[in-house]
C-alpha cells in the first residue's frame, strides 16, 4: 500500500532540503528551492513548517535517527545500559549526508542564536537526561553516593563521546571500545563497593 499523499509530500520535502542544505547550506537555500527541488508546493511546506528552522530541526532529526523514539534502556544492569546510551550511533547509511551537512549547521546555528539553541534542546538535552535517569537509578539502587555531582558526573560520561566524535571527523577513526572504557573509568571513580553499600543502605 502506497503510502497517503500528505506523508509522500512530507518525506519529499524533507529529502529535497537535506540535499539542498549539504549541497549549498541552510543560509543559501530559500524554501522556494525546496519547493522546486521537491515537486511539492511552497503552500503545501508551510502547512507541515512554520518556517525554515523547523523544516531545519526535522531534516537534522531525521539525519540522526532522533525522529524516533530511542530505546528504553532498563535491562537490570545499570552500567550495560549506560554503555548502550554511550554508544548510541545515527544511522550509518547517512555518514556521508551529515558530514557534508555539519558545518552548514554549524555556521547556521552560529549566526542564527534562536535556532542554535532549538537544536541544542532537541539534541544534546535527550541523552543528557537518558544518562541523569541512569545516575539516579543507580543513586537509588546505592551504587553511586546520593551526593554525587550530577553535571560533573554527566561531562565526564559525555565528554569523551564528543571529543571521539570530532576525532573520527578529524582523524577518521576514534578508540576502539570507548563507551565501555568510559563507563568503566567512571564506575572504578565513583561507584560505592558492594561492602560499603550494604553497610550504608540505598538512601546514604
Known amino acids: 500500500m502506497s503510502r497517503p499523499r500528505s506523508a509522500r509530500a512530507h518525506g519529499q520535502v524533507l529529502d529535497a532540503a537535506l540535499e539542498l542544505f549539504a549541497a549549498r547550506g541552510i543560509e543559501a537555500t530559500s524554501m522556494d528551492a525546496i519547493a522546486e527541488a521537491s515537486g511539492v508546493s511552497k503552500a503545501t511546506i508551510y502547512n507541515h513548517w512554520p518556517d525554515k528552522d523547523a523544516l531545519c530541526l526535522e531534516v537534522m532529526a531525521r539525519l540522526h535517527g532522533r525522529d524516533e523514539a530511542g530505546p528504553v534502556l532498563d535491562s537490570g544492569d545499570v552500567r550495560a545500559d549506560m554503555i548502550a546510551a554511550l554508544a548510541y550511533q545515527p544511522p550509518p547509511q547517512d555518514s556521508d549526508l551529515r558530514s557534508r551537512i555539519m558545518p552548514h549547521l554549524m555556521a547556521y546555528a552560529a549566526r542564527n542564536p534562536a535556532f542554535g539553541e532549538a537544536w541544542r534542546q532537541r539534541f544534546f538535552d535527550p ?26 558526573a554527566i561531562a565526564l560520561l559525555l ?3 564528543m571529543y571521539c566524535h570530532v576525532l573520527r571527523r578529524v582523524q577518521g577513526k576514534a578508540p576502539a571500545n570507548l563507551p565501555e572504557h568510559v563507563v568503566a573509568a567512571f564506575w ?13 543502605g540505598p538512601r546514604d
Open 127 to 152: 541523552p543528557r537526561v537518558q544518562i541523569t535517569q541512569l545516575l539516579e537509578r543507580a543513586i537509588a539502587r546505592g551504587q553511586l553516593p546520593r551526593g554525587l555531582d550530577r553535571d560533573l
Open 159 to 161: 565528554g569523551p563521546m
Open 188 to 200: 572504578k571513580a565513583h561507584a560505592i563497593s558492594p561492602a560499603d553499600s550494604n553497610r550504608r
